[in-house]
């Protein structure tokens, strides 16, 4: 059992070295799926056909930031600011969102962004 758990598949869960967080992207689209999960929350956003995957925090800090489960749900128009996978897929790591009714949580949309 302790090799189990110090095996190197229960740790690198947590890294973040698939993300480049030297950049900062802005992306506009539609919801279409919002996942209150752990250990990360997460969602999708489709951008000119494309589908997003966005990866978060856990709900505990998720809360603590403002969001509820019900904050985005499929169909809403965000636009969402991310650090974006190094590898050029489509995806990141959640920074902030700017609501369809306007309001942001995170670091608001257009912040320090490349467009």
């Known amino acids: 059992m302790v090799l189990l758990g110090?095996?190197?598949?229960?740790?690198?869960?947590?890294?973040?070295?698939?993300f480049d967080r030297t950049r900062v992207i802005e992306i506009k689209g539609v919801v279409t799926e919002f996942a209150w999960t752990?250990?990360?929350s997460s969602f999708k956003v489709e951008v000119d056909n494309q589908v997003w995957a966005i990866e978060m925090?856990?709900?505990s800090n998720l809360v603590?930031?403002?969001w509820k489960k019900n904050t985005i749900?499929?169909?809403d128009k965000v636009t969402v600011t991310v650090n974006p996978?190094?590898?050029?897929?489509?995806g990141g790591w959640f920074v902030g969102i700017q609501l369809q009714n306007g309001s942001t949580?995170?670091?608001p949309a257009g912040v320090a962004a490349e467009k």
């Open 57 to 59: 925090n856990g709900t």
């Open 6 to 18: 110090a095996s190197p598949t229960a740790w690198v869960h947590h890294s973040g070295a698939m």
């Open 38 to 40: 752990n250990p990360h």
């Open 73 to 75: 749900k499929p169909g």
């Open 105 to 107: 949580l995170g670091t």
């Open 64 to 66: 603590h930031e403002g």
């Open 85 to 90: 996978l190094r590898d050029g897929r489509p």
